[in-house]
T-cell receptor, first 115, second 111 residues
Framework: GDSVTQMEGPVTLSEEAFLTINCTYTATGYPSLFWYVQYPGEGLQLLLKATKADDKGSNKGFEATYRKETTSFHLEKGSVQVSDSAVYFC??????????????FGQGTILTVHP | DVKVTQSSRYLVKRTGEKVFLECVQDMDHENMFWYRQDPGLGLRLIYFSYDVKMKEKGDIPEGYSVSREKKERFSLILESASTNQTSMYLCASDRAYNEQFFGPGTRLTVL
């Protein structure tokens, strides 16, 4: 079945540092890929998405590129802020058949940014 | 402002009790989902519904049931709560293959 693997966490950075959170996936067909973010005490919210190979999703300074050849969707940000401290989830949705948009999530990566 | 609401933020129940978790969305979405979130495991799908009175098992349906009598409301039921069901429960909704919108979650503790 489909699966998503994220890099081990937690990740601790200083403000203005460069961020990379690795995500790789296993899926049949042509999945859509997502990054969700969960701020403390809140539910998940969509950060960015990409629906086909070589697409780049971007939002709030975060970027991720859908790489079919390496089955990856790594999240990057050039300069993190304290307010970026949250849990980040990589996910895929496989639209084949009657999947009804079900999401398969990675295990989540806790990011803490210090001033 | 679109919204998914869950009936409780925190809930404490005893082993063997019947537990109802309620979720309401105001976006007229067809699909609704129940996940549980556990550290190191991410989110795992319990059940989902693609229409009123329709339901499908997710990856971990054992010990749970669901009810969807109205389009905007999706309930998760623990028939006889057990300690291994202590978790964070998240409800979500979407319109087919689009962004899923999540509620704030219910942290359930079973003693």
């Amino acid at each position: 079945g489909d699966s998503v693997t994220q890099m081990e966490g937690p990740v601790t950075l200083s403000e203005e540092a460069f961020l990379t959170i690795n995500c790789t996936y296993t899926a049949t067909g042509y999945p859509s890929l997502f990054w969700y973010v969960q701020y403390p005490g809140e539910g998940l919210q969509l950060l960015l998405k990409a629906t086909k190979a070589d697409d780049k999703g971007s939002n709030k300074g975060f970027e991720a590129t859908y790489r079919k050849e390496t089955t990856s969707f790594h999240l990057e940000k050039g300069s993190v802020q304290v307010s970026d401290s949250a849990v980040y989830f990589c996910a895929l949705s496989n639209a084949g058949g009657t999947s009804y948009g079900k999401l398969t999530f990675g295990q989540g990566t806790i990011l803490t940014v210090h001033p | 402002d679109v919204k998914v609401t869950q009936s409780s933020r925190y809930l404490v129940k005893r082993t063997g009790e019947k537990v109802f978790l309620e979720c309401v969305q105001d976006m007229d979405h067809e699909n609704m989902f129940w996940y549980r979130q556990d550290p190191g495991l991410g989110l795992r799908l319990i059940y989902f519904s693609y229409d009123v009175k329709m339901k499908e098992k997710g990856d971990i349906p054992e010990g749970y049931s669901v009810s969807r009598e109205k389009k905007e409301r999706f309930s998760l039921i623990l028939e006889s709560a057990s300690t291994n069901q202590t978790s964070m429960y998240l409800c979500a909704s979407d319109r087919a293959y689009n962004e899923q919108f999540f509620g704030p979650g219910t942290r359930l503790t079973v003693l």
